[in-house]
C-alpha cells in the first residue's frame, strides 16, 4: 500500500529521503503548497542547531515535495524524524498546480519561542538541494539560501 508524504525541510533532498533509514521507496509525485503556514528552523536538534519546522500562520504558505512512499517505510521515517518524540505525523492539505491533496507530513512537537536556532550549512544545503532539484519556485529558493527563514 502507498502513502503521500509532503517533505518541507531536509527530507526534500532525494537522496537523504531515499537513504535505508528514511524511505528508500520514495518516488516524488508534485511539489506542492501548505496554505497558512510558514517554515522557520525553532525546533531544536540534538546538537543545538535549529532543524526544520512548520507552523501555522494566516497568509504565509510553505512550498515542499510530496513523495509517494510505501506504508512500511513509515517506521523508519518515523524513527528518523522522533515521531511522537520530536515531531508529530499529521494529515494536511496541500496544493499541487492541479489538486488539493491529503498528505502526511511531521509537525514538531518542541520549539524554540524565539525561533532563532541557526541551523547548520550541512543542513540548508539539504533543503536547498532539493527545492532546486523537484523545481520549488525560484524565490522560494533564494529565501532558502539567503536565510531569510529565520
Known amino acids: 500500500m502507498k502513502a503521500l508524504y509532503f517533505a518541507y525541510g531536509s527530507n526534500m533532498d532525494p537522496d537523504r529521503i531515499t537513504s535505508h533509514d528514511r524511505a528508500p521507496s520514495a518516488r516524488f509525485v508534485c511539489s506542492a503548497r501548505l496554505d497558512d503556514y510558514y517554515l522557520a528552523f525553532g525546533k531544536p536538534g540534538a546538537d543545538g542547531s ?74 540548508l544545503d539539504h533543503l536547498t538541494k532539493g527545492a532546486e532539484h523537484f523545481g520549488l519556485p525560484p524565490e522560494y529558493v533564494v529565501m532558502l539560501e539567503m536565510e531569510d527563514v529565520l
Do not use: C
Open 50 to 123: 535549529g532543524k526544520a519546522g512548520i507552523r501555522p500562520k494566516h497568509d504565509t504558505a510553505v512550498w515542499g515535495v510530496v513523495f509517494e512512499i510505501d506504508e512500511s517505510d513509515w517506521r523508519t521515517l518515523d524513527a528518523a524524524e522522533g515521531n511522537g518524540m520530536e515531531y508529530q505525523r499529521s494529515t494536511l492539505t496541500v496544493k499541487s498546480r492541479t489538486t488539493d491533496m491529503e498528505v502526511d507530513t511531521y509537525l514538531p512537537l518542541k520549539w524554540d519561542s524565539k525561533e532563532q536556532l541557526m541551523p547548520h550549512q550541512w543542513y
